[in-house]
Structure formats: C-alpha cells, structure tokens
C-alpha cells in the first residue's frame, strides 16, 4: 500500500482522514448494538481501503453503475422516511433541530432569537442565513430533508464521473450519514453549498456576482467557513490564478451580503444584538477565544501549499480536520477520552466538515472535467 501511495502523499492522507471519521462514528454507536463494534468497524475500514487499492480493477458496466446510483438514492430516501415518522425529536440527544426550532419559534414570536435555547439548554450558534435555508424545511415539518439534500445533491455529482467503486461503495457504509439524517443534522449539506460556490470561483468564469453574493451568505452560516475562503481566495491569489482587482471586488460583495444578514437584528434588537450574537456564542462557549488565532494561521499556511486547482480541496478539508482534531484534543486533554468520545463532550460530527472537500479532491483526481 505504501508503494501505491508514495507518489501522491495527499491521496493518502484523504483516504486516511475519510476512513477514520467514518469509524469514529461506526464504533460509537455500534457499541451501542453489539460488543463486536471495534472488530467489525476494523473490518469495515479494511474493506474500504481495500476497494479503493483495487477500484481501478473492480470492472462495472455503466448500466450497473447507474443502478448502485439509484439504489443510494432510494436507501437515502428510506431512511429520510424512517427518521421522520419512526425516531422522535424529543429522543434525540442532539439539538440541532432544536436550535433551529428554537431560533425560528422566538422569531416568529417577535423576540430576539439569539436569546433562544434548544431543548438541551444550548443557545444557537449558527449565523441568520443558516436558518433561512433552514425556513422553508422547518416549515412542512421535514428538517430531515435538509439533511439528505447535501448527500443527493453530491450523488448527483457522482453520475457525470467514471464508475467510481469505491465513493459509492464509501456512501453505502457511512455511518456519518445515516447518523446525520437520523438525527436531522446538516453538516455535509451546507459544506456541500460552500464547496459548490468553490467551484463555481475555480472552474467557472461566469456568474461572478452570483458566486461573490453566495459566498458571503454561506458565510453567515457557519464561522468555520472562513478557513475555507481564506485558503481558496487567498492561494488564488499567490498563484495567480485571479487578479487582484477581480478578487478585491468579489470579496467586497461577500462581505456586504455577509452584513446584511445582521442588519434586521441590529436595526430591531440593537442592544440584544450587543449582548448576545452568534460571533459571543462561537467565541465563548466552545474554545477559549486565543484558538480562534490558531485556527486562522493554520488557513493562512495552508495556502503557501496550494500549487493547483485541486489542491484546493485537499488543503481546505485537510485543514477543517486539523482544526476540529485541536478542538477534540483540547476537550479529552481536560476530561479524558471517555467522556469526550463516548459521552458526547466533543461533537464528533464536526468532522463531517473535511468530508465534502476530500471526496471531491479524489473524484478530481480521476482527470475528469470538474462540474457542478
């Protein structure tokens, strides 16, 4: 295996890196069904470096190809229906759908959503665009919708590509997703979003107001995302790959459509706003304020590594996982393994925020024409 890989360190690492975030999730909650949890998540990450090693051989038709693809579609579909009528949200030791609820339910009431707490008294961390998008799922009452779009949307993508074997094979047996959508999470969907904005900037010569103004909403989802920018604008611009002048002014867009989304709060809520906004909640109730610094430099860095397109991708989910492995480290540093992984101190979902980038980045290097 180390001869496949000695020439292209970053395949490496991104294989590495996918499979180890889908056994953290496959071996937490295995655990929770059967005492064999560690030997089976072991076999089933052996399994899947193996099918990558030998994609390559493992001959499919096209046909069948597009079968597997329907297949995907339909469990995804089957277990979107399964969460939504047979796990209630009230059994659910994850809050996001109750942030969202939460959020929307102040708003609707005329008061100051930020002052909102969840079901599990957690206030809500996201910035005002993400509960937009989030309006119109919370609205019909199918918040799980939201959480497989990003994997249909990405499936989607998948069928313009070579019978890839081993993505679908990797969609198939990620405990990630079917975690996400059971528990109305949506990780993956908005960091889809984000990576389709990337590359509509990279790819794309048109729609340039579109990207600038999208880029700036996405912004104001979540803050993490700002890692991301910093690493695709930023070795753009070392690399020349976008003029100064054209890159000033796409970012100057972003950030006014960033602002607006805090100008009903600021204009109705002033001294609410001042008190308590998502910028205090990140800032103050995850990691002392001095990682965000880190956290920043490690983006900075990571540009100077930038040498194409591609790498992109690699640089901006191998960062986003760095950043969370700090994150996760901190918290087992200070209350231990157990309670960190297996209590839930450390939201291990957060990882699901490297996934998007490093999948692409190997479906990119497959030569195909990027496309969204």
């Known amino acids: 295996m180390i001869n496949i890989f000695k020439h292209n360190y970053k395949e490496f690492i991104s294989l590495f890196i996918l499979i180890f975030i889908n056994f953290l999730f496959s071996y ?8 064999f949890a560690l030997l089976f998540s072991l076999i089933l990450s052996l399994i899947q470096i193996f099918i990558y090693l030998y994609r390559n051989k493992i001959n499919i038709s096209q046909k069948f190809y597009k079968l597997i693809l329907i297949f995907l579609f339909v469990f995804i579909g089957i277990i979107t229906i399964y969460s939504h ?6 059994s659910l030791n994850v809050d996001r759908w109750s942030v969202i609820s939460s959020f929307l339910e102040k708003s609707f009431e005329g008061k100051y959503p930020y002052f909102a707490h969840s ?33 249909c949307l990405f499936l989607i993508n998948l069928k313009k590509y070579k019978e890839n074997v081993f993505l679908i094979f990797y969609f198939l047996t990620s405990f990630f997703m079917l975690w996400e959508i059971m528990v109305r999470s949506n990780l ?13 900037f990279l790819y ?21 995302y700002i890692v991301v920018y910093i690493i695709v604008f930023l070795s753009s611009l070392i690399n020349r790959m976008v003029e100064f002048k054209k890159l000033f002014r796409l970012l100057t867009i972003a950030l006014i459509s960033f602002l607006l989304t805090f100008v009903p709060y600021i204009l109705f809520f002033n001294e609410e706003f001042f008190k308590m906004n998502p910028f205090i909640i990140q800032s103050s109730f995850f990691l002392p304020k ?3 610094l880190i956290f920043i430099l490690i983006a900075f860095v990571a540009s100077f590594f930038v040498k194409e397109k591609n790498d992109v991708f690699f640089f901006s989910g191998v960062s986003l996982f760095i950043i969370i492995f700090i994150y996760s480290m901190y918290y ?41």
């Open 332 to 372: 087992i540093l200070k209350y231990g393994f157990i309670q960190s992984y297996f209590d839930s101190l450390v939201d291990i979902s957060y990882y699901i925020f490297s996934v998007p980038f490093l999948l692409y980045y190997l479906m990119n290097r497959e030569k195909r024409i990027p496309s969204i």
């Open 119 to 151: 079901h599990m008294g957690n206030p809500p961390g996201p910035m005002p665009f993400y509960f937009l998008v989030a309006l119109p799922f919370y609205l019909i009452g199918w918040l799980s919708l939201l959480s497989c779009l990003g994997y």
């Open 204 to 224: 794309k010569k048109n729609n340039f107001y579109f990207t600038a103004i999208l880029a700036g909403l996405l912004l104001s989802t979540r803050s993490i």
């Open 85 to 90: 009528f047979k796990i209630a949200l009230s």
């Open 28 to 35: 937490k909650y295995l655990l929770r069904l059967t005492k």
């Open 290 to 292: 001095y990682y965000t």
């Open 188 to 200: 993956f969907t908005f960091t889809y979003f984000v990576l389709l904005v990337i590359i509509n």
